[in-house]
């Protein structure tokens, strides 16, 4: 008889990593804690609970990569889009769902598969020596005896316990008419660059009118749960930093020093510094931006910094709580921990943000497991695909950097190799440009993902087979 691939929590991302070993044909023991004990911020005991929002976010494979990663994962027999289109409520060309309706039928789906068995139990520490398979989906909530015992494997410095996200910009939305490409004093770092950095210019009046926006901008508050949440000095909120004095970022992650403007020849008098975020250069994260600033008004805001006025964001700022890996150092290519290889992580806890790519993690790691489990190892998506493009982030595709430097991401077009040449026509011959060209290119790239996932599914069916 097959030995089972044991799958640690009933989230999204352990219901598609355990419904996609079932169908494999491998048998699964689904553990999940609820409701022997319950998290600070679920209310049921239904797989897939939707805690924060009901959106799945947006619908249009074309054009959006959210939307993009919804095709792929229909195509990969997904139960979370499945469940979900069968139980979605209006919202535009967003997928948003009935949060009851959909739980309950993933619930269902999951109870009813004769390979899955549903265990009702919190795993403490590490899973026993004899679980040769563990695809442990615990979420941004994992239980802190089992969180403690990652740390131990991994080390203290290894797992965050919340995010400080900074925002992320798309390279090709920075006005290099006004920034410039420079580290501090020309000071080469490890790699030998001496142009590390982007860096956008304020004068005074830029300055303080900056600092007014963000003192009068919109705060968000820590949900009920995450108000334990700490600040950690060299991680405050940029308005925190700016509400103990008008001068005190001037002092700190805007400080102008060794920086010499190309326009002026001289140090502005303030700077915002980016740093490339991903080994392919195409986005930039604004150093020391972290904030809970709501999303509307960070985007106000921060284009008032001059070189970012059109900035196009990949990811915006926040801060609250989760836990996740270092996943760039501790993970391989299949989602397995190098110490300790039986076990795979999949979902938030693996540095994936949002509903939807936790569950395409889950499905990842699901068929990973299940093709090792019958002696058919599984090839990774192309990076070209939505879902390889999730993947290269959370196992390689992140910079080394200082400890605490990689972050949880949203799927986003950033994270795709370019095109080797953008369009320039349209379909009717017109030449494109501004934001037609825009929209072209990641038609293009969606066009693209689609071929290769399906090219994707096609070779690994035939590997199955064989």
């Not at 799958?7 to 699964?28: D, M, Q, Y």
């Not at 004899?130 to 410095?157: F, N």
């Not at 904030?291 to 700022?317: C, D, N, S």
């Not at 949203?410 to 040449?421: C, D, H, I, K, T």
Request: overall charge negative; hydrophobic content about 45%.
């Amino acid at each position: 008889m097959v030995k089972p691939v044991h799958v640690i929590g009933g989230g999204l991302a352990g219901s598609e990593a355990a419904w996609a070993v079932a169908n494999a044909g491998v048998p699964v023991v689904l553990h999940e804690m609820r409701p022997v004990r319950m998290t600070p911020a679920h209310k049921t005991q239904g797989f897939a609970e939707l805690v924060c929002s009901n959106s799945f976010r947006s619908d249009d494979w074309q054009n959006n990569a959210v939307g993009l990663l919804h095709a792929e994962m229909r195509r990969a027999n997904s139960l979370v889009m499945r469940c979900g289109d069968a139980h979605q409520v209006p919202a535009g060309s967003a997928l948003a769902v009935d949060r009851d309706g959909f739980s309950a039928a993933v619930t269902q789906a999951l109870e009813a598969h004769p390979l899955i068995t549903i265990v009702r139990e919190e795993v403490e520490g590490l899973p026993p020596e004899d679980w040769d398979s563990v695809i442990v989906a615990t979420g941004p909530l994992t239980s802190p005896a089992l969180a403690e015992a990652v740390k131990s494997l991994t080390g203290e410095e290894e797992l965050s316990f919340f995010d400080a996200l900074a925002p992320i910009v798309h390279a090709d939305s920075i006005d290099f008419s006004i920034a410039w490409k420079q580290s501090r004093y020309d000071k080469a770092g490890p790699a030998g660059d001496t142009a590390a950095y982007v860096n956008c210019p304020l004068n005074k009046d830029e300055y303080y009118a900056f600092i007014d926006a963000l003192l009068a901008g919109e705060k968000t508050e820590f949900r009920d749960w995450e108000k334990d949440t700490p600040y950690f000095e060299g991680c405050l909120p940029i308005e925190v930093m700016a509400e103990r004095g008008r001068d005190t970022l001037r002092f700190g992650p805007m400080k102008p020093v060794g920086l010499d403007d190309p326009r002026t020849g001289r140090w502005p008098y303030a700077v915002v510094q980016l740093r490339q975020d991903n080994a392919l250069g195409t986005l930039f994260n604004i150093v020391g931006f972290q904030t809970k600033l709501k999303h509307g008004a960070q985007t106000e805001i921060f284009r008032m910094i001059p070189g970012l006025q059109q900035a196009v964001f990949a990811r915006l700022g926040g801060i609250h709580r989760n836990t996740f890996l270092n996943s760039p150092k501790l993970l391989d290519g299949a989602l397995r921990l190098k110490a300790a290889p039986r076990l795979r992580f999949a979902g938030q806890v693996t540095g994936v943000e949002g509903y939807v790519e936790s569950a395409a993690i889950g499905l990842l790691a699901g068929r990973f497991a299940a093709a090792e489990r019958q002696g058919a190892p599984l090839p990774a998506p192309p990076a070209t695909t939505a879902f390889g493009a999730l993947l290269t982030h959370v196992t390689a595709g992140h910079l080394p950097g200082e400890k605490g430097s990689f972050q949880p991401m949203n799927v986003n077009f950033g994270l795709f190799p370019p095109l080797e040449a953008d369009p320039v026509v349209d379909e009717h011959g017109k030449r494109l440009k501004g934001a037609d060209k825009g929209r072209a290119r990641k038609q293009v790239m969606a066009r693209r993902a689609i071929a290769d996932f399906e090219a994707w599914l096609g070779d690994a069916a035939r590997v199955a087979a064989e």
